[in-house]
């Protein structure tokens, strides 16, 4: 993964997360999963070598 995909998946998971906090009350459980599992992912991708 080049170091552009994966800030482009780490902002990804931020902004869903972001939005599932702003909209608890609408968000049902899978949606709140589903956000901390893509942030969990986007955290444990192993990191970019810089060049």
């Not at 906090?21 to 970019?48: N, R, Y």
């Amino acid at each position: 993964m080049t170091q552009e995909e994966k800030i482009a998946t780490m902002t990804q998971a931020i902004t869903q997360a972001i939005y599932v906090m702003e909209h608890a009350f609408e968000s049902s459980p899978q949606t709140v999963e589903k956000a901390l599992q893509g942030l969990k992912k986007s955290i444990a991708d192993p990191p970019v070598k810089a060049v």
